[in-house]
C-alpha cells in the first residue's frame, strides 16, 4: 500500500487540493514559492541511517528493491513523497526534516493541510 505526502510553501489562501493538482500536472501557481531542490536533499540526507538510491530513500533496515521505501519527487514548486509499506514513524521523520524549510504537509488522502 502506499501514502503520499505533499509539501509546499505560500498559497496559503488557496484551496489546497486545486492547488495540489496544478502542481502535480506541472503547472505552475502565483504566490506558491520556489523550492529549493539542494535544501530539500540536504534535509532528507540529514535523517540518520537513512541512504538514498536514485529518487528512492530507505529508512534504516530497509534493503534495496523491498518495502519500505519512498519515492521522492522534487517539483518547482512542491515535493511529493509516496511511501510504500512505510510506518508512521517513518512518515513522520520525513516530516519533521522537511519543516523546517518552511514547506507546509498537504495529506492528499485526507485533503488537510497542516501547518
Do not use: H, K
Request: proline residues 6%; negative net charge.
Amino acid at each position: 500500500m502506499s501514502y503520499s505526502l505533499a509539501f509546499w510553501s505560500g498559497g496559503d489562501a488557496l484551496d489546497p487540493q486545486q492547488s495540489y493538482e496544478t502542481m502535480n500536472e506541472g503547472r505552475r501557481l502565483d504566490g506558491v514559492d520556489e523550492v529549493s531542490s539542494g535544501d530539500v536533499e540536504t534535509a532528507l540526507g540529514s535523517l540518520p541511517d537513512w541512504r538514498r538510491e536514485g529518487n528512492f530513500l530507505f529508512p534504516p533496515g530497509s534493503v534495496v528493491d523491498e518495502d519500505p521505501a519512498f519515492d521522492v519527487y522534487v517539483g518547482e514548486q512542491m515535493v511529493e513523497i509516496t511511501g510504500y509499506s512505510a510506518e508512521g514513524e517513518q512518515m513522520n521523520a520525513i516530516i519533521d526534516a522537511l519543516s523546517p524549510l518552511g514547506l507546509r504537509l498537504y495529506d492528499p488522502q485526507t485533503g488537510e493541510r497542516f501547518g
